[in-house]
């Protein structure tokens, strides 16, 4: 009956407790009527976390409205970014992460509007703590990294060596110890810096990390040194793990009397702070101290005992462990039975919660859907019940807007139109040059290939038809071969130009002497040069260059076989090679007709350009056009210089040889 009493006392208290609160904050909230009221505001916002931090979330949520009212009323922008982050908070701690988050988001606008660093270094801090929760460590350690950067800014030591040591945390567990370590010692620094009580916390966080690394006498040194500070702050849970930690060292070292002194120790703190997990560990790591020293009684003792209690706090890992040390120690007596029926337990257990885990993390995943979902209605519906609010506002900047956007759409409409009057004579363009193509092509093929082919054709029928005799066809056998060798360099250029107008010539260069080439174009055209009692001299040096050989080829045949057409009997061609810096100059003399100075610009350009030869040798006016684009296709350039009557020389420039 007096417990009944004694509790009905306690609730009566805390409604009382809670209602003075909430009176105390109507009071203040009574005062604020203007921007100059801020420090009131902010007194009111203690007051509101004083509810939340007691779990009074309801009551605190419901002066949401009101203080984010009364914050924007008094234009403070800081206030309004305050109220987001407490309810955000709420939320957060709720488990209700996706609507903290809005808020938080909501908080950071705020901030940033009042330049508020410290605001939004926080928000960053409290979304990281979020990502944790929900298992994404990357995502945690971007806003961790992102809230130092503003307290880095502001030089607040007190909650950089925080921040730092939870990125130390989250890095270790990311099993990445050198930026772990890196954290872990920057915190250590500040906490040193400012004479933090929580020194040892950072301590023993490094010391577990180098225990991990088998860095033992760096962790033990950490640890007698955390185990003072602790000792002094009277941190009970603290100074239990330090001597935990400690005995694990010795434990490793082989030193199992210290080991045992250490677990001790823990041991009796750990008991006397009511820390019943810590104590338990202790307990069972004495029992494996007492198997390795062969206490095989003792050992049997302290693990019932230490199993016991973990049953009853069902932390399973640490079960787990307790069956393996149970099979060992039974193993180590002869008793492979009992080890056997260890191992089974432990394959049951570790099954158990195997499935468990899996089983949690599904309800878990529908339960944060459900909530995320929920949370989404509720923040639709808030959004729409502010676009409400804008709605007014909107009604006045709707013609603005839209005749701005009038605007826009007529000179897009204007330059749309400009564009597509472009593009349609561009296209026209285009489709008279490729119908000039397709002419020339059509022309070059109906007359000058159809009249070499036509006059082949002929003088073959006849010496079918024995209407020649065989002397007779071995006379005009050279007539034939020079025909056959035009029509050749006819085809030839008529394939370039096509690929030129289609775009598809590629230069692929070599480095050759092009005395090879010149020699064999020497012995192609020794026959027309014969018949026409034209000298070929070869004067080049040895030239190496680096350009594409069947492009060479086709310019010096072109080249050569103009050279041939405009000399009369008893001229000569000469080829003579200069070496210049980076390059050589290839130059074809002839002594032949020339050409006149009005013509010479006509040579390469886009219209095709043709005269007769001297012996009336047509040609397509393709060939110079044609050097003209292999040659810069290989970095060079063609030149030429003539005087009517007494010859011409065409020079071209390509690149050496490395």
């Given at each position: 009956?007096?417990?009944?009493?004694?509790?009905?006392?306690?609730?009566?208290?805390?409604?009382?407790?809670?209602?003075?609160?909430?009176?105390?904050?109507?009071?203040?909230?009574?005062?604020?009527?203007?921007?100059?009221?801020?420090?009131?505001?902010?007194?009111?916002?203690?007051?509101?976390?004083?509810?939340?931090?007691?779990?009074?979330?309801?009551?605190?949520?419901?002066?949401?409205?009101?203080?984010?009212?009364?914050?924007?009323?008094?234009?403070?922008?800081?206030?309004?970014?305050?109220?987001?982050?407490?309810?955000?908070?709420?939320?957060?701690?709720?488990?209700?992460?996706?609507?903290?988050?809005?808020?938080?988001?909501?908080?950071?606008?705020?901030?940033?509007?009042?330049?508020?660093?410290?605001?939004?270094?926080?928000?960053?801090?409290?979304?990281?703590?979020?990502?944790?929760?929900?298992?994404?460590?990357?995502?945690?350690?971007?806003?961790?990294?992102?809230?130092?950067?503003?307290?880095?800014?502001?030089?607040?030591?007190?909650?950089?060596?925080?921040?730092?040591?939870?990125?130390?945390?989250?890095?270790?567990?990311?099993?990445?110890?050198?930026?772990?370590?890196?954290?872990?010692?920057?915190?250590?620094?500040?906490?040193?810096?400012?004479?933090?009580?929580?020194?040892?916390?950072?301590?023993?966080?490094?010391?577990?990390?180098?225990?991990?690394?088998?860095k033992l006498d760096n962790a033990k040194a950490l640890l007698f040194e955390s185990l003072e500070i602790n000792k002094k702050n009277k941190n009970s849970h603290s100074i239990a793990l330090t001597y935990n930690r400690l005995g694990n060292i010795a434990s490793k070292n082989k030193d199992y009397q210290k080991s045992r002194k250490y677990y001790d120790s823990s041991y009796v703190v750990a008991a006397k702070a009511q820390n019943k997990k810590i104590a338990a560990i202790a307990k069972q790591q004495l029992g494996l101290i007492a198997i390795k020293t062969k206490d095989f009684?003792?050992?049997?003792?302290?693990?019932?005992?230490?199993?016991?209690?973990?049953?009853?706090?069902?932390?399973?890992?640490?079960?787990?462990?307790?069956?393996?040390?149970?099979?060992?120690?039974?193993?180590?007596?002869?008793?492979?039975?009992?080890?056997?029926?260890?191992?089974?337990?432990?394959?049951?257990?570790?099954?158990?919660?195997?499935?468990?885990?899996?089983?949690?993390?599904?309800?878990?995943?529908?339960?944060?859907?459900?909530?995320?979902?929920?949370?989404?209605?509720?923040?639709?519906?808030?959004?729409?019940?502010?676009?409400?609010?804008?709605?007014?506002?909107?009604?006045?900047?709707?013609?603005?807007?839209?005749?701005?956007?009038?605007?826009?759409?007529?000179?897009?409409?204007?330059?749309?139109?400009?564009?597509?009057?472009?593009?349609?004579?561009?296209?026209?363009?285009?489709?008279?040059?490729?119908?000039?193509?397709?002419?020339?092509?059509?022309?070059?093929?109906?007359?000058?290939?159809?009249?070499?082919?036509?006059?082949?054709?002929?003088?073959l029928n006849l010496l079918m038809d024995n209407e020649i005799s065989t002397q007779e066809f071995k006379e005009i056998v050279p007539l034939l071969a020079n025909r056959t060798h035009h029509t050749s360099i006819l085809l030839n250029n008529l394939l370039n130009w096509s690929k030129s107008q289609m775009k598809e010539l590629n230069a692929k260069p070599i480095a050759f002497?092009?005395?090879?080439?010149?020699?064999?174009?020497?012995?192609?055209?020794?026959?027309?040069?014969?018949?026409?009692?034209?000298?070929?001299?070869?004067?080049?040096?040895?030239?190496?260059?680096?350009?594409?050989?069947?492009?060479?080829?086709?310019?010096?045949?072109?080249?050569?076989?103009?050279?041939?057409?405009?000399?009369?009997?008893?001229?000569?061609?000469?080829?003579?090679?200069?070496?210049?810096?980076?390059?050589?100059?290839?130059?074809?003399?002839?002594?032949?007709?020339?050409?006149?100075?009005?013509?010479?610009?006509?040579?390469?350009?886009?219209?095709?350009?043709?005269?007769?030869?001297?012996?009336?040798?047509?040609?397509?006016?393709?060939?110079?056009?044609?050097?003209?684009?292999?040659?810069?296709?290989?970095?060079?350039?063609?030149?030429?210089?003539?005087?009517?009557?007494?010859?011409?020389?065409?020079?071209?420039?390509?690149?050496?040889?490395?």
């Amino acid at each position: 009956m007096k417990k009944n009493y004694y509790i009905l006392y306690i609730v009566m208290l805390l409604s009382s407790f809670c209602f003075s609160q909430q009176k105390s904050l109507d009071s203040i909230i009574s005062t604020i009527k203007a921007p100059k009221d801020s420090i009131a505001f902010d007194k009111a916002m203690v007051k509101l976390k004083k509810m939340w931090v007691q779990e009074d979330y309801e009551t605190a949520l419901s002066y949401e409205d009101q203080l984010l009212a009364l914050s924007k009323r008094i234009n403070y922008n800081k206030g309004t970014g305050d109220v987001y982050n407490q309810i955000g908070n709420i939320y957060n701690l709720t488990d209700k992460f996706l609507k903290a988050h809005h808020y938080y988001d909501k908080a950071n606008i705020y901030y940033k509007i009042s330049n508020e660093s410290r605001g939004i270094a926080i928000i960053n801090n409290n979304k990281s703590t979020i990502e944790q929760k929900k298992g994404n460590l990357e995502l945690a350690i971007n806003y961790l990294l992102e809230a130092n950067l503003h307290f880095e800014r502001m030089n607040d030591s007190l909650i950089l060596s925080s921040t730092y040591n939870n990125l130390g945390n989250i890095y270790s567990d990311l099993d990445n110890d050198v930026l772990a370590e890196e954290y872990y010692k920057k915190s250590i620094a500040l906490k040193r810096k400012t004479k933090s009580k929580r020194l040892g916390s950072s301590l023993n966080n490094l010391a577990l990390l180098y225990i991990d690394q088998n860095k033992l006498d760096n962790a033990k040194a950490l640890l007698f040194e955390s185990l003072e500070i602790n000792k002094k702050n009277k941190n009970s849970h603290s100074i239990a793990l330090t001597y935990n930690r400690l005995g694990n060292i010795a434990s490793k070292n082989k030193d199992y009397q210290k080991s045992r002194k250490y677990y001790d120790s823990s041991y009796v703190v750990a008991a006397k702070a009511q820390n019943k997990k810590i104590a338990a560990i202790a307990k069972q790591q004495l029992g494996l101290i007492a198997i390795k020293t062969k206490d095989f009684k003792k050992a049997e003792k302290l693990l019932t005992e230490a199993r016991i209690e973990l049953k009853k706090l069902k932390v399973n890992p640490l079960l787990l462990s307790n069956y393996q040390h149970s099979a060992t120690l039974d193993s180590a007596r002869g008793n492979f039975l009992s080890a056997f029926g260890w191992q089974k337990k432990y394959q049951q257990l570790a099954d158990q919660t195997s499935s468990n885990e899996t089983a949690e993390k599904i309800e878990l995943a529908e339960a944060r859907f459900n909530s995320e979902m929920e949370q989404l209605k509720l923040i639709d519906q808030q959004e729409k019940k502010e676009q409400e609010n804008e709605k007014e506002l909107f009604k006045y900047r709707i013609f603005t807007y839209s005749s701005l956007g009038i605007s826009i759409i007529i000179c897009m409409f204007l330059v749309h139109i400009a564009k597509t009057r472009k593009e349609r004579k561009q296209y026209i363009n285009q489709l008279n040059e490729s119908n000039e193509v397709k002419n020339k092509l059509f022309s070059i093929i109906s007359h000058d290939l159809k009249n070499e082919i036509h006059g082949l054709d002929g003088t073959l029928n006849l010496l079918m038809d024995n209407e020649i005799s065989t002397q007779e066809f071995k006379e005009i056998v050279p007539l034939l071969a020079n025909r056959t060798h035009h029509t050749s360099i006819l085809l030839n250029n008529l394939l370039n130009w096509s690929k030129s107008q289609m775009k598809e010539l590629n230069a692929k260069p070599i480095a050759f002497d092009i005395n090879e080439v010149i020699n064999s174009k020497f012995i192609f055209f020794k026959p027309k040069a014969e018949s026409k009692d034209i000298k070929l001299k070869n004067e080049l040096d040895s030239t190496m260059i680096y350009a594409d050989k069947d492009m060479f080829s086709i310019v010096s045949q072109n080249l050569i076989a103009n050279a041939i057409k405009f000399c009369n009997p008893g001229d000569s061609i000469s080829l003579v090679s200069k070496e210049k810096e980076e390059h050589y100059e290839i130059c074809f003399e002839d002594t032949g007709v020339g050409i006149a100075t009005e013509n010479l610009h006509r040579l390469f350009a886009e219209d095709t350009f043709t005269t007769n030869g001297t012996q009336q040798e047509t040609g397509t006016g393709l060939g110079l056009k044609i050097c003209k684009e292999l040659i810069q296709l290989n970095q060079g350039e063609i030149s030429v210089n003539s005087t009517l009557g007494e010859g011409s020389t065409f020079c071209i420039t390509l690149p050496k040889a490395s």
